[in-house]
């Protein structure tokens, strides 16, 4: 039995792990790579291994950096089954739509633009490649078990996101875990991330591995960034994920709206297709949340929605005239419409954008945070004048303590733990913690390299 780390070995972004069991090859999850240019480049090499030689892919969640390129994979021949909780499928269905819509996008700029290496600018994939991929997803049974030949495999929740699991592989006498992504004990929507008893074999992420969060309460956080700038007559940017994220934003507004602590005559305007699309899921798999149904149902109450590119403009300008909250993606500043506000909003010192989440390293989000003061869209340079605040509560991830807590549900200790999916520094720090707090053989493994189990 062999695995080879095809992607999230030494970057928090890329998640994709081939498991070859002897009877099937399977593939962990087949993200995106993002950040930096040299992992976004990632995406444009070959895979590593013929995808018409994977058997099955079994995936983890919905965001990108987990499932962004499985369009790719299928374009490239993949002819297997996706195997998924059903919330992860219906979520899949609006990321993916939407990120191949950005490529194609992105690629017909370039090629306006004549600014692209190549003769001709090429999107990573489409609409058509996404469409043809989605037909691969196959539904769980009810309790997220299912067989493969001789393989054993189970999808636990996790928290994190909505449908978001661990998977459970038994095969060949192993049973291998891949954490996905470990969700928060204490989440503003998603409940608690179930624990497991027993693995010979972990795959641990490691987004926090050597962070905090920090002891805030985010609602009152935002509050308070609501009022500053309301003082000043600014209006406050929201940079979001539209998947998780954005209803979690939009839970809280209702909340501050209800408790008085956000004025009636301040709009809310959410701006982005996807986080509208994703809303209605999310109120569609309202049990799988913590809140109660009667909040999930009243979370867009009085939102005002952008359906329109055009309108996104149309806003744009409005919002920078006058106080108002704006929740649009892309949650790190990557693309989409936020960059519209950006444009507006980040030369004027009225204006507040707070990034209420993680940043990778390299993306527009996390240059903002560590202080620049001039960023680059569309081929120009934007002052960035406007207030920056980093709102990490609002983070779907469990912390360094809460990795560790959700190991300590192990019954025995796993005969090798590989710390997956954080930056280097991140990934290191959790691998000391393990060694040195639960005294398991632990070790950061290579991008590509394969190990036998």
């Known amino acids: 039995m062999k695995l080879t780390f095809l992607g ?47 058997d099955a892919l079994l995936l983890s969640h919905a965001h990108l950096d987990h499932s962004g390129y499985i369009p790719a994979l299928v374009r490239q021949g993949f002819k297997g089954q996706i195997f998924s909780s059903p919330a992860t499928r219906a979520l899949c269905e609006v990321l993916l739509a939407d990120s191949a819509h950005l490529q194609e996008e992105d690629a017909r700029r370039a090629n306006r633009a004549g600014s692209s290496r190549h003769d001709k600018a090429l999107p990573l994939y489409t609409l058509a490649d996404t469409k043809k991929a989605l037909a691969h997803f ?3 049974p009810r309790d997220g078990r299912l067989k493969l030949g001789q393989t054993e495999i189970r999808f636990t929740p996790v928290g994190h996101l909505l449908g978001a699991s661990a998977i459970t592989v038994k095969a060949g006498g192993k049973t291998i875990v891949f954490s996905g992504d470990v ?9 608690a991330p179930q624990r497991l008893e027993e693995a010979d074999v972990l795959l641990i992420e490691s987004t926090y591995g050597n962070r905090l969060h920090p002891a805030e309460d985010v609602q009152q956080r935002l509050a308070q960034i609501i009022r500053s700038t309301l003082r000043r007559g600014g209006s406050l940017l929201l940079p979001s994920f539209a998947v998780g994220r954005a209803q979690a934003l939009l839970l809280v507004l209702q909340r501050l709206r209800i408790s008085g602590e956000l004025p009636d005559d301040v709009p809310i305007f959410l701006d982005s297709p996807m986080a509208r699309e994703a809303t209605e899921i999310t109120q569609k798999y309202a049990k799988l949340l913590r809140t109660s149904p009667t909040e999930a149902a009243r979370m ?11 309108e996104s403009l149309k806003t744009a300008s409005m919002v920078a005239k006058r106080s108002a909250i704006i929740i649009s993606a892309s949650g790190m500043a990557t693309g989409g419409r936020v960059l519209n506000y950006l444009k507006t909003l980040a030369p004027d010192p009225r204006h507040h954008i707070c990034f209420p989440g993680f940043q990778v390293g390299g993306s527009r989000g996390a240059k903002m945070i560590e202080g620049c003061r001039e960023i ?23 912390d360094a303590d809460g990795l560790m807590a959700w190991m300590r549900g192990f019954k025995r200790a796993p005969e090798q733990v590989f710390v997956v999916h954080g930056e280097p520094a ?16 632990v070790r950061v493994p290579q991008h590509g390299e394969t190990v036998a189990l």
């Open 8 to 54: 999230a070995a030494d970057a928090v972004t890329g998640s994709r792990h081939l498991l070859d069991t002897g009877d099937r090859r399977l593939l962990l999850d087949c993200g995106l790579f993002q950040g930096f240019k040299v992992l976004r480049e990632r995406n444009w090499a070959p895979l590593g291994v013929s995808p018409a030689s994977i």
């Open 138 to 140: 196959v539904g769980l």
């Open 183 to 191: 969700g928060r004990a204490n989440d503003l929507m998603m409940p």
């Open 300 to 310: 867009s109450n009085g939102v005002h929605i952008i359906p329109k590119a055009t």
């Open 376 to 398: 680059k869209m569309h081929g120009e340079f934007v002052p960035v004048n406007a207030e920056i605040s980093h709102l990490e509560g609002f983070s779907g991830h469990a």
């Open 426 to 441: 991140a990934s290191d720090a959790l691998r000391s913690r393990i060694q040195d707090e639960l005294g398991w053989r």
